[in-house]
């Protein structure tokens, strides 16, 4: 059974940083695309961040782009989030998820951490 379990979230003000953690089981994270989205109130599921199956390669959208950074712990099976210079509209849930199936589809996803931005 495949488990995803996000930690981490929480309430900071701007410009502050804080790191997700995706601790999986079930499922080896070094040989599954994982990535990171989030679904802030009354918006879509938006993709943030991919880290490619079986290598180092990660992909970003434009609007956290130089701010996030996705990376994994192959020794923990651990997918993290670190987000910098964080805003008010980054507030959302945010989840991660693996297996990549297409498109914007994983296969699994984590239950969601709540990050709020605010001052």
């Known amino acids: 059974q495949v488990q995803l379990v996000e930690s981490g979230g929480g309430l900071v003000q701007p410009g502050d940083s804080l790191r997700l953690s995706c601790a999986a089981s079930?499922?080896?994270?070094?040989?599954?695309?994982m990535a990171w989205f989030r679904q802030g109130p009354e918006k879509e599921r938006e993709s943030l961040a991919r880290?490619?199956?079986?290598?180092?390669?990660?992909t970003y959208a434009d609007a956290v782009k130089g701010r996030f950074t996705i990376s994994r712990d192959i020794t923990k099976n651990t997918l993290y989030l670190q987000m910098n210079s964080l805003k008010p509209e980054d507030t959302a849930v945010y989840y991660c998820?693996?297996?990549?199936?297409?498109?914007?589809?994983?296969?699994?996803w984590g239950q969601g951490t709540q990050v709020t931005v605010s001052s």
């Open positions: 998820a693996a297996q990549w199936v297409g498109y914007n589809q994983f296969a699994y």
């Open positions: 079930g499922l080896t994270i070094a040989t599954n695309t």
């Open positions: 880290i490619i199956a079986g290598g180092d390669a990660t």
